[in-house]
T-cell receptor, first 115, second 118 residues
Framework: KQEVTQIPAALSVPEGENLVLNCSFT??????LQWFRQDPGKGLTSLLL?????REQTSGRLNASLDKSSGRSTLYIAASQPGDSATYLC??????????????FGQGTILTVHP | DGGITQSPKYLFRKEGQNVTLSCEQN?????MYWYRQDPGQGLRLIYY???????QKGDIAEGYSVSREKKESFPLTVTSAQKNPTAFYLC?????????????????FGPGTRLTVL
């Protein structure tokens, strides 16, 4: 059974810092990995999707990398801003065989960026 | 304006009552999903549907039911058999499932419905 772990559980940084959020998964036979952002009381916003054949994806100040063989992904946020404060969730699709697009989620990292 | 809508935003249920949560998408996606989010437990899959008139149980389907009569709509009913229904419910959709049952593309989420049992 696929398990996803995110470290750290919470992170507080001053504005302007570069930071890294970590995600690990137990079964490397994934089809893709997706990073989401969730603001309090809101739905999930998709940030980046990395296919299993890709090593990284970039969008603005965000960069996500994927190392399937070691079961790890990192989300790099450059020049953090208070508006980046949210919970960041990592989710993987697949653990061998057919997945039907079902995602397994980590518990999330709560990020606080203070001015 | 494409996206996924969920209604209502807040819902209150009395003991023994069935309630239905609405989920609609205009993204022309084949696959739709229902998740439940509880503090400290992350998101857990309740039901999913790959195509109209077909749906499958997820990890925590007991006490829930769904239907998929239209491509755009995937309503979730929380029945009186669900003993602890208070949670945040999220609906999602994706392009669909390709060959060999592999999911295609990423998932896109609605704004959620918060259900509280009185």
């Amino acid at each position: 059974k696929q398990e996803v772990t995110q470290i750290p559980a919470a992170l507080s940084v001053p504005e302007g810092e570069n930071l890294v959020l970590n995600c690990s998964f137990t079964d490397s036979a994934i089809y893709n990995l997706q990073w989401f952002r969730q603001d309090p009381g809101k739905g999930l916003t998709s940030l980046l999707l990395i296919q299993s054949s890709q090593r990284e994806q970039t969008s603005g100040r965000l960069n996500a990398s994927l190392d399937k063989s070691s079961g790890r992904s990192t989300l790099y946020i450059a020049a953090s801003q208070p508006g980046d404060s949210a919970t960041y969730l990592c989710a993987v699709d697949g653990a061998g065989g057919t997945s039907y697009g079902k995602l397994t989620f980590g518990q999330g990292t709560i990020l606080t960026v203070h001015p | 304006d494409g996206g996924i809508t969920q209604s209502p935003k807040y819902l209150f249920r009395k003991e023994g009552q069935n309630v239905t949560l609405s989920c609609e998408q205009n993204l022309n996606h084949d696959a739709m999903y229902w998740y439940r989010q509880d503090p400290g437990q992350g998101l857990r899959l309740i039901y999913y549907s790959q195509i109209v008139n077909d749906f499958q149980k997820g990890d925590i389907a007991e006490g829930y039911s769904v239907s998929r009569e239209k491509k755009e709509s995937f309503p979730l009913t929380v029945t009186s058999a669900q003993k602890n229904p208070t949670a945040f419910y999220l609906c999602a959709s994706s392009i669909g499932v390709g060959r060999q049952g592999r999911g295609q593309g990423g998932q896109f989420f609605g704004p959620g419905t918060r259900l509280t049992v009185l």
